[in-house]
Every structure is written in C-alpha cells, then in structure tokens.
C-alpha cells in the first residue's frame, strides 16, 4: 500500500511538472514571438518601406521643379519625404536596439545608418541643386546599398521569426507527448491501484482512487487539447495571418518603389529605358503575367484572378487568403493596381507623344482617374488587407498568451487534488493495519 502511494504521488508529481515545464515554455515562445520576432520583422518592413518612400519623394519634388501649377505637388512631396525620413531614422534605432549583443546583425544595421546618412546628404544636394544628375547619383546609393541592406535585414528577420515558430511548435509538440505519456501512465498505477484494493480488501469501489482517476483523466483530455489550441493559434498568427502581412507590406513597398520609377522615367529621359524596365519588372515582382512587355502588361491583367493561383508578392496573399473579408479585400487590391496600371500606360503614352508637361501632370495629379489618385486607392486597399491580417495576428497572438501558463497552472492543481484524493482514499486501509 504505502509502495502504490509513493508511485502514485511520484507520477503525480511528474504529470504537474510535464505541465508547468510546457506551460513555462508556451509562455516564453509567446513571449519572443510578441516582443521580439514580430516587432523586429515589423520594424525591418517599415524602414524597407520608409527607403523606398523617401527616393520617390524626391524625385517626385525634382519632377515638379518650379512649376507654379505644380507647386503643391512639391510641397506635398517634402512634406511625405520628411515625415518618411523620420520613420526610417526611428526604424533603424528600433533594429539597432534589437541587435544588441548580435555581432553580425549589429554591423547590418551599422551599415544601413552609414548609407542612410550618405543618401540624406546626396538627396539635400540634389533638391538644393535641382540636378537630376545629382539625384541620379543619390538614386543609384539607394538601389545598390540601402534597399538591398534593408531588404536583407528583412529576411534575416523573418528568418528568426520562423526559427522561433518552429521551435515554439517543436516544444509544443514535446510537451503534448510528454502529457500524454506521463498521463498515461499514472493512469494505468491508478487503475493497478484500485484492482489491488478490491482484491486486497474486498471493496469494489475506492471512492478516492476512482475520483482521481476521473481527475487525472480529464487533466490528461483537456491539457492535450489545450496543447492542440496553442499549436493552432501560433498556425494562425505565423502562416495564415503574418506570412500575409509580410508579403503585402513587401508588396507595398515595392509598389511605391514602382510608382518613383514612373517619376524617374519622366524626369531622367535619358536614361527612360532603364527606368522602363524597372517599373515593369517591380510590377512582375508585384503581380506575374508571364511574358508581358511595357507595353502589354496592364492588359495581361484583366486576365489575372484572385482565385487563379497568381504568382508574385499579392499572388502570395491571393494563395493565403484566411480571414473573413479577406478575399474581397484582396479582390479591391487588384482592383486598383489594374486601374493604377493603366494609367501607367496613359503617363508614358503621353510622354511618348512629346506632351511631356501633360504627362507630369497626370503622373503627380490627385484627381479622379489621375496616376496618384489611384495609386492612393491602391495603397489604401493595400493596407485594409494588411490590416484584416494584422488584426487575425494579434487576436491569435493574444490568445495563445493569454492560455500559455494559466491553463497548465490549473491543471497542476488538479493534479495535486488527485494526489490528494489518493491519499485520503487510502487512509482507511491504511489504519487497518494499526
């Protein structure tokens, strides 16, 4: 008797500890994909973004040059331009902080803040000087060291972020084993234990003994599907909602980066080609149509469908949409990019014909069916998607904290109330032999 009650209190003792163990684990796996994986990624997004943004801007000031009917446009293009400077300074502080004790991460971002302070300073000459060869050579520290800098800090982490994942979904899937097993078997000297009493002394039933096997029972249930949930939630705010938000603020970027290739191509005429083949191959990285020219692009795609299995950054969203609203959502996404895009197609048609004042015009205007309108309207789709995606993230983040430790905590205290129940089960048979 007192042997079963010893291997009975060791197994309980071990089931508490399987659950708290995995609890504590949950706990911190949540804890480095709230405030450190995501932020990061979040933070490498924005300054990918802010870069992409800011050479826009300018060239978009040195288009509107001293234009009276453009002076808004110029001055709007300032403003957007500091502001971007200031998010993309703030970027860098945050990925820097983050960083520490990095050695190799720390010198990526030393690198970016060096060449981020080496464009700022081109950029002011450029704009002070209005020379657009100026710019060229502020464009070209953009395109070659900054962006490619930003987008590596990007990557690398997301790749963190996913190591995180999956070592939260390998811990995830240990603990659930471990229950599991060690539920098991105190189960089975549960079990041992009642036959030895109903054999030993006669009783069919030890009120105790079987209240503690219900309880450990459902201890074993509900923690194995408490588990479950965890593995699910983390699903969720990885694969399906920031594996989304990812793609689309990288399209975003991109499509801004697009849309200052549309500037440069007015602005650096000799050098429109080069300028051409950007644009059109940003908008392939955006949206695949498979062996579409300058020229033919925007038809290619009223041919594309957001259901159709579309290749590119918004086919990567096309693929993974999740949530409710989502899909229409991405359906206003293409939407606009086709409407954008064929405006594209009117800014070069014009420029085409010599009407280059016209063509500046309706690049930089914000009228109804202007270029900038409706890249507006697209980056206003894009960011209600981001948002729909976002929120799933966070919803599903903080579910997935919220039961990390407090369940396996209650649960451990179901099992010290088993381990109770046993003892004062065997209390009476015990004082029989006093």
Known sequence: MRGFRAVVLTACAALAAVLVTGGVAADASWDAVRDHSAPRVT??????????????QIANQLLAGDTASLARTRADAARVYERRRVEAA?????????????????????????????????????????RTAEYRNASHLMRTRLLPEADALVTANDRAFEHTYRDALGRAAWARAALIGTGLALLAVLVALQ?????????????????????????????????????????????????????????????????????????????????????????????????????????????????????????????????????????????????????????????????????????????????????????????DVIAINMSAYERASADGARGALPQPLGLAGGVAAAAALVLLGLRPRLAEFR
Request: proline share 2%.
């Open 195 to 383: 036959i030895h009493l109903a054999g030993r002394f006669r009783r069919v039933v030890n009120p105790g003994a079987v209240a503690a096997t219900l309880l450990v029972l459902a201890v074993t249930v509900v923690g194995a599907a408490g588990i479950g949930t965890q593995r699910h939630d983390l699903d969720v705010a990885r694969r399906d909602a920031f594996d989304s938000v990812l793609a689309l603020t990288r399209a975003r970027a991109v499509a801004y980066d697009a849309n200052a290739d549309e500037s440069r191509y007015l602005l650096d005429r000799a050098h429109s080609g080069a300028q051409e083949a950007a644009f059109l191959g940003k908008s392939q990285r955006l949206l695949r149509v498979p062996g579409a020219t300058i020229d033919t692009y925007a038809t290619g795609l009223d041919d594309v469908r957001v259901a159709d299995g579309a290749t590119g950054y918004f086919g990567d969203e096309f693929r993974n949409i999740t949530f409710p609203g989502e899909r229409a959502a991405a359906g206003r996404v293409l939407a606009r990019y086709r409407a954008y895009q064929r405006d594209d197609r009117t800014v070069r048609t014009l420029a085409r014909a010599g009407r280059h004042t016209e063509a500046v015009a309706y690049c930089t205007g914000y009228g109804p069916g202007e270029s900038n309108h409706d890249f507006a309207a697209l980056d206003a789709a894009l960011r």
């Open 90 to 130: 703030g970027y860098l502080r945050d990925l820097a902080a983050a960083a520490a004790g990095d050695p190799a991460g720390g010198r990526e971002v030393a690198g970016a803040i060096a060449d981020f302070g080496a464009y700022e300073e081109l950029a002011a000459r450029a704009l002070a000087l209005g």
């Open 43 to 56: 933070s490498a997004t924005g300054l990918y973004f802010a870069l992409n943004d800011m050479d826009a």
